[in-house]
């Protein structure tokens, strides 16, 4: 199929974008293009003028802080995953990059368009939850910073408003360990069930500020709030890995659909959120 017919523009400034946006509910923006494109050849889409973020300066950044990192919106996800500055501040984001997609997507699509699109089965709204990333938008009223915790509230739909543009993620620099597991039936693929977990680690080796954040097998990118209070204060261990397994498979309901269902998902994610407490245990 081919897409309806639009208008295109490629304005200069972050100010120009969001005053097209408010002056056309129809309209929208295109950054990589990689989610926006096939909805459009698949005419799930159908805007009248497309905003291209491409002429815009200072989006493609990404800026090493002392107390945290921030990503421009049209840093590409395999800028992540190239990126040397990352891999020794916060080695998770380029550790992750892998996961998605294929080179060929991983060149073209952003990490402001994939956190903006809000797919629940995409690796990024999983990371930067578990991370307490913060998400700065701009819109015609001005800018403002969203936590993840409030940033993303069902599929394919975010707090931001239509005449928003998200610019910049901004993920806190903190000594946390970390862990990321992601079940797929082929590399490359979207996710059947994704688990990130960050948390501190005490002098007494007890975690602390533990963050559990589950996405793919779940309608919405979520905390999985049970299975943190049963490893908060604990030291990490078999015993614990095997805790958080049962507490994750009690807590959700997950989705069911042609590539699994909601019970095959429910044990999978029991073995993720084990393998992930696991690898807390081994100090990443
Ligand atoms: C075959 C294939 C496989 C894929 N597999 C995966 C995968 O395994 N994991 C995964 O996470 N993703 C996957 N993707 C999606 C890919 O990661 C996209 O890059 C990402 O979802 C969207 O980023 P984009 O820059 O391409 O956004 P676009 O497609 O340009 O835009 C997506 C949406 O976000 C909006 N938007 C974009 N940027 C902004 C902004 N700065 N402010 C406000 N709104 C904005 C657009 O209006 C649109 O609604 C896959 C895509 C394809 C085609």
């Known amino acids: 199929m081919k897409p309806p017919t639009f208008s295109y523009v490629a304005p200069g400034s972050v100010e120009e974008v969001t005053r097209l946006l408010a002056s056309d509910p129809d309209a929208k923006i295109i950054s990589?293009?990689?989610?926006?494109?096939?909805?459009?050849?698949?005419?799930?889409?159908?805007?009248?003028?497309?905003?291209?973020?491409?002429?815009?300066?200072?989006?493609?950044?990404?800026?090493?802080?002392?107390?945290?990192?921030t990503i421009g919106a049209r840093v590409t996800h395999h800028d992540i995953e190239s990126s040397a500055e990352l891999a020794s501040a916060l080695p998770l984001l380029p550790f992750?990059?892998?996961?998605?997609?294929?080179?060929?997507?991983?060149?073209?699509?952003?990490?402001?368009?994939?956190?903006?699109?809000?797919?629940?089965?995409?690796?990024?709204?999983?990371?930067?939850?578990?991370?307490?990333?913060?998400?700065d938008v701009v819109g015609p009223r001005g800018g403002r910073s969203i936590a993840v915790d409030d940033f993303f509230t069902g599929p394919f739909t975010s707090s931001m408003a239509f005449d928003e543009v998200?610019?910049?993620?901004?993920?806190?620099?903190?000594?946390?360990?970390?862990a990321f597991q992601e079940a797929a039936r082929k590399a490359g693929d979207y996710g059947l069930a994704i688990v990130a977990v960050t948390a501190g680690v005490d002098a007494d080796g007890r975690l602390h500020g533990c963050r559990v954040a589950v996405g793919a097998c779940v309608g919405t990118t979520t905390r999985l709030r049970d299975v943190e209070d049963a490893?908060?204060?604990?030291?990490?261990g078999e015993t614990l890995a095997a805790r958080a397994e049962a507490v994750a498979r009690d807590s959700v309901q997950p989705i069911s659909d042609i590539h699994g269902s909601s019970e095959y998902r429910r044990r999978l994610l029991g073995n993720l959120v084990r393998r992930a407490v696991t690898d807390l245990t081994n100090g990443q």
């Open 32 to 69: 990589g293009g990689q989610s926006l494109m096939p909805l459009l050849a698949m005419r799930l889409a159908g805007p009248s003028m497309l905003v291209d973020l491409k002429a815009v300066n200072g989006l493609a950044r990404i800026g090493i802080g002392e107390t945290e990192i």
């Open 96 to 135: 992750v990059a892998r996961f998605i997609a294929h080179p060929q997507i991983r060149s073209r699509g952003t990490l402001g368009g994939s956190v903006a699109h809000s797919d629940p089965s995409a690796e990024w709204p999983t990371v930067l939850l578990a991370m307490d990333a913060t998400i």
């Open 231 to 236: 490893i908060d204060g604990a030291v990490p």
């Open 166 to 178: 998200l610019v910049a993620v901004r993920v806190p620099r903190a000594d946390r360990r970390w």
